[in-house]
């Protein structure tokens, strides 16, 4: 079975440039979530998709970040423009969804390492 | 605000020590505590722990959770050079404003085991 994979591993761009991350989930995952770690801090939450649906978006930090998932199949994130504080890995996760909101394990993707100059 | 804190942050130790890596956290709707190692990239689950002083374990690791004291230890016995990671402690909590669980990290133990 295939990993969550993402896209690209690592970006450099300058600042006020767009930027976007792709995320493709574990085939048959309806779960997607977005987490993001800057600067060796902790992980924090972005946002979690049910299929094509965001279920919850309030970890994202501001209206630069737009995050589809058209299709409900991968998902995008994208960043415009870019600031300094982006800087950091991006990690995408994926879990399948079961009924009476039981947690399933969450697999998650390598990351992308974003530098934004 | 909800957190997770984890400690130490970084331990270096030689192969055959045994280690007990710290997590407490401040969550209100707490669900689960869990426990992932991050070697290279993406990281992997380990451990989820819902109820106090039940001990998980899996070979050489094993975990248990205090509900009243807020707080899990990971314990690694027999350490060897593959163990070294990066431990991170989450707690799944309800973000409350969409009834949904979220994920909240601790930033993580970095544990180094020379041989």
């Known amino acids: 079975e295939a990993g969550v994979t993402q896209f690209p591993s690592h970006s450099v761009i300058e600042k006020g440039q767009t930027v976007t991350l792709r995320c493709d989930p574990i085939s048959g995952h309806d779960n997607l979530y977005w987490y993001r770690r800057v600067m060796g801090k902790e992980i924090k939450f972005l946002l979690h998709f049910v299929k094509e649906s965001k279920q919850d978006e309030s970890g994202m930090p501001n209206n630069r970040f737009l995050a589809e998932r058209t299709g409900g199949t991968y998902s995008t994130l994208k960043v415009q423009p870019a600031e300094l504080e982006d800087s950091g890995v991006y990690f995408c996760a994926s879990s399948r969804v079961t009924g009476g909101g039981s947690y399933n394990e969450q697999f998650f993707g390598p990351g992308t390492r974003l530098t934004v100059l | 605000e909800d957190k997770v804190v984890q400690s130490p942050l970084s331990l270096v130790v030689h192969e055959g020590d045994t280690v007990t890596l710290n997590c407490s956290y401040e969550?209100?709707?707490?669900?689960?505590l869990l426990w992932y190692k991050q070697e290279k990239k993406a990281p992997t689950f380990l451990f989820m722990l819902t109820s106090s002083g039940i001990e998980k374990k899996s070979g050489r690791l094993s975990s248990i959770l205090d509900k009243k004291e807020l707080f899990s230890i990971l314990n690694i016995t027999a350490t060897q050079t593959g163990d070294s990671a990066i431990y991170l402690c989450?707690?799944?909590?309800?973000?409350?404003?969409?009834?949904?669980?979220?994920?909240?990290w601790g930033a993580g133990t970095k544990l180094i085991i020379k041989p």
């Open positions: 969550v209100t709707n707490f669900r689960s």
């Open positions: 989450a707690v799944e909590a309800s973000s409350g404003r969409y009834s949904n669980y979220q994920l909240i």
